[in-house]
């Protein structure tokens, strides 16, 4: 499996950004999947999962409520809808796609990595 993120860009606090993860090679509809982001100096932290079918999400606290994270199986494409965007949220994110049918907030669940995508949020 190869993921594509893609979405970031620059936005002012307050603002909105949607990102996507793109997978090729082989379907994902099977599989949970996830976001991460990483900060300059910091781990990568969990931000979002979804399972396969989309009835089941996780969110990061510091995300609850701005964040949204969905999938679209017919075009093998989850997506991160970021709204009311903070300074703090600026980092690369990651998507990941696990073996497994089910999300996780564990980095380690995860067998496949897409190559990152950077979100700037401006003060």
């Known amino acids: 499996v190869q993921l594509q993120a893609s979405g970031g860009g620059l936005v002012q606090a307050g603002g909105s950004l949607r990102l996507s993860c793109a997978a090729s090679?082989?379907?994902?509809?099977?599989?949970?999947m996830g976001w991460f982001r990483q900060a300059p100096g910091k781990e990568r932290e969990f931000v979002a999962a979804?399972?396969?079918?989309?009835?089941?999400?996780i969110y990061a606290d510091s995300v609850k409520g701005r964040f949204t994270i969905s999938r679209d199986n017919a075009k093998n494409t989850v997506y991160l809808q970021m709204n009311s965007l903070k300074p703090e949220d600026s980092a690369v994110y990651y998507c990941a796609a696990a073996r497994r049918p089910a999300g996780s907030s564990l980095a380690g669940w995860y067998n496949y990595w897409g190559q990152g995508t950077q979100v700037t949020v401006s003060s």
């Open positions: 090679r082989r379907t994902v509809s099977n599989n949970g």
């Open positions: 979804i399972s396969w079918n989309g009835d089941s999400t």
